[in-house]
C-alpha cells in the first residue's frame, strides 16, 4: 500500500532555532498534504493544508510565520519551525490523501522537543 | 461544521471481554468516518471506514463499527479484547473527500489479564 515517510523521526533543538521537517509520499503523487500537531495525551489538530504549486492554507489561530510549509514538488512537502520554542515542543505528524475514496495515509510523525 | 464527540476517555477492560469504545458525529450532511488506532511511539492505522455503503462495517483486527444515523453515533466494539489492542483510539470526521480529518479526543484502551 502506499507510505507517507517523515523525517526525521526525533529532533531535539536548542531555542532560537530552525528544524524543518520533511514529509513524502514514497510510491504515489500527492498535491496536497496535511500537518497536524498533537500534544502530550491529546488529539491531532490540523495546522495546514500543504499545496503543492501555491500557498499553503493555516487553520485559525496557527501562525504562518512561524511554520512555514513548502510543497516542493508532488511528492514531498516540508513544515519548517522557525525561532522555535519549548511551547513548540511536540508530536508533527503529516498526512496525504490516496487515490481510494476517503483514504488518508499518515507519517509515523516526528517528535520535536525545543529545548 | 463537523465534528465527533468521543464519549469516554479511558476505557478499561479484561482480556476476553467485549470492548465499546463510544463516538457520537455532528455533521450538517452524510458524513465520512473512521476509526483511527495510535500504538505507543506509532504511527496511525485505519482500522475501519464509513463512506455511506453498509451502516455496519467491519475492519480490521477483530473491530467494527455500527453507523446510525439515528442516534448520530459511530461506536467502535470487538467481542474479545486482546492485550495487544491496548492503544490510544480516535473517532473521526471528514469535511469531505480528499481534505483534512477532524479527530476526536482519543480514549485510552487498557487491556488488563
Known amino acids: 500500500g502506499a507510505v507517507v515517510s517523515q523525517h526525521p523521526s526525533w529532533v531535539i533543538c536548542k531555542s532560537g532555532t530552525s528544524v524543518k521537517i520533511e514529509c513524502r509520499s514514497l510510491?504515489?503523487?500527492?498535491?496536497?498534504m496535511f500537518w497536524y500537531r498533537q500534544f502530550p495525551k491529546q488529539s491531532l489538530m490540523l495546522m495546514a493544508t500543504?499545496?503543492?504549486?501555491?500557498?499553503?492554507?493555516?487553520e485559525q489561530g496557527v501562525e504562518k510565520d512561524k511554520f512555514l510549509i513548502n510543497h516542493a514538488s508532488l511528492t514531498l512537502s516540508t513544515l519548517t519551525v522557525t525561532s522555535a520554542h519549548p511551547e513548540d515542543s511536540s508530536f508533527y505528524i503529516c498526512?496525504?490523501?490516496?487515490?481510494?475514496?476517503?483514504?488518508?495515509?499518515f507519517g509515523p510523525g516526528t517528535r520535536l522537543l525545543v529545548l | 461544521a463537523q465534528s465527533v464527540t468521543q464519549l469516554d476517555s479511558h476505557v478499561s477492560v479484561s482480556e476476553g471481554t467485549p470492548v465499546l469504545l463510544r463516538c457520537n458525529y455532528s455533521s450538517s450532511y452524510s458524513p465520512s468516518l473512521f476509526w483511527y488506532v495510535q500504538h505507543p511511539n506509532k504511527g496511525l492505522q485505519l482500522l475501519l471506514k464509513y463512506t455511506s455503503a453498509a451502516t455496519l462495517v467491519k475492519g480490521i483486527n477483530g473491530f467494527e463499527a455500527e453507523f446510525k444515523k439515528s442516534e448520530t453515533s459511530f461506536h467502535l466494539t470487538k467481542p474479545s479484547a486482546h492485550m495487544s489492542d491496548a492503544a490510544e483510539y480516535f473517532c473521526?470526521?471528514?469535511?469531505?473527500?480528499?481534505?483534512?480529518?477532524?479527530f476526536g479526543k482519543g480514549t485510552t484502551l487498557s487491556v488488563s489479564s
Open positions: 473521526v470526521v471528514s469535511r469531505q473527500a480528499g481534505t483534512a480529518l477532524i
Open positions: 510510491d504515489f503523487q500527492a498535491t496536497t
Open positions: 500543504s499545496n503543492e504549486g501555491s500557498k499553503a492554507t493555516y
Open positions: 498526512s496525504a490523501p490516496g487515490l481510494a475514496e476517503e483514504t488518508q495515509y
